[in-house]
């Protein structure tokens, strides 16, 4: 395994990390992994890249508030809920639509053009996830799938091709609305946790940009 085949291994994990804790609550044993010394190593490690520096250790200090909570699994899951569940009004809804499309309704154009993404690859919707395709869950999921077939390209044109899909992804399908969205759970989420995730998500992806720009 290459360099950038194992880097994109990397990334690929990091999406699908940021997918998971987008698409439900955290259950009290994946909470209690968090305090564990693999995935504080983990994110130790991922605070160490100065561009991320600031948003990961925002997270680890939501983290570190959260075990100092009575009920710390409810009082997250009711984070969740007040965050992502709501109506427009009172949470920061995390589909795409509600951003990019002036109807302000769910499934509108960016969750058609998800479905062509998911189409044109070949990358099946987890059926227990029934949520519209551009929830940002299944965009984050997608795009992880997205690298792990960019490894297998067994030419380089093939390779470079699914690069270039990549930054086109991130630029069309992410980046068109996840930092309004990010903004929007800096002022509805009142304990933190989420907005910095939804932070880190940002700032990640502007920085896989420049990565995949050749900045």
């Given at each position: 395994?290459?360099?950038?085949?194992?880097?994109?291994?990397?990334?690929?994990?990091?999406y699908?990390?940021?997918?998971?804790l987008?698409?439900?609550?955290l259950t009290?044993?994946?909470?209690?992994?968090?305090?564990?010394?693999?995935?504080?190593?983990?994110?130790?490690?991922?605070?160490?890249?100065?561009?991320?520096?600031?948003?990961?250790?925002a997270?680890i200090e939501?983290?570190?508030a959260?075990?100092?909570?009575?009920?710390?699994?409810?009082?997250l899951?009711?984070?969740?809920?007040d965050a992502?569940?709501?109506?427009?009004?009172?949470?920061?809804l995390?589909?795409?639509?509600?951003?990019?499309?002036?109807?302000?309704?769910?499934?509108?154009?960016p969750?058609?053009?998800?479905?062509?993404?998911l189409t044109k690859?070949?990358?099946?919707?987890?059926?227990?996830?029934n949520?519209?395709?551009?929830h940002?869950?299944?965009?984050?999921?997608?795009?992880?799938n997205?690298?792990?077939?960019?490894?297998?390209?067994?030419?380089?044109?093939?390779f470079?091709a699914?690069?270039?899909?990549q930054l086109?992804?991130?630029n069309?399908?992410?980046?068109?609305?996840?930092?309004?969205?990010?903004?929007?759970?800096?002022?509805?989420?009142?304990?933190?946790?989420?907005?910095?995730?939804?932070?880190?998500?940002v700032t990640?992806?502007?920085l896989?940009?420049?990565?995949?720009a050749?900045?």
């Amino acid at each position: 395994m290459n360099e950038l085949t194992a880097f994109n291994e990397q990334r690929a994990e990091i999406y699908w990390w940021l997918s998971s804790l987008l698409s439900a609550e955290l259950t009290t044993e994946q909470l209690e992994q968090y305090g564990s010394f693999e995935v504080r190593t983990f994110l130790s490690n991922l605070a160490e890249t100065p561009e991320l520096s600031d948003s990961v250790n925002a997270l680890i200090e939501k983290l570190n508030a959260v075990q100092g909570r009575e009920d710390a699994q409810l009082e997250l899951s009711a984070d969740f809920c007040d965050a992502f569940l709501g109506s427009d009004k009172s949470s920061a809804l995390p589909y795409a639509s509600m951003y990019l499309d002036k109807s302000g309704l769910l499934n509108a154009k960016p969750a058609q053009d998800m479905r062509e993404w998911l189409t044109k690859y070949n990358i099946a919707q987890k059926a227990e996830f029934n949520e519209p395709a551009d929830h940002i869950a299944i965009e984050l999921d997608f795009l992880g799938n997205l690298i792990v077939m960019t490894n297998q390209q067994t030419s380089e044109d093939e390779f470079e091709a699914y690069m270039n899909a990549q930054l086109t992804f991130i630029n069309e399908q992410l980046l068109s609305w996840t930092p309004r969205f990010n903004e929007i759970c800096i002022e509805r989420d009142k304990f933190g946790f989420y907005a910095a995730v939804t932070g880190l998500l940002v700032t990640f992806l502007k920085l896989d940009v420049k990565f995949l720009a050749g900045e």
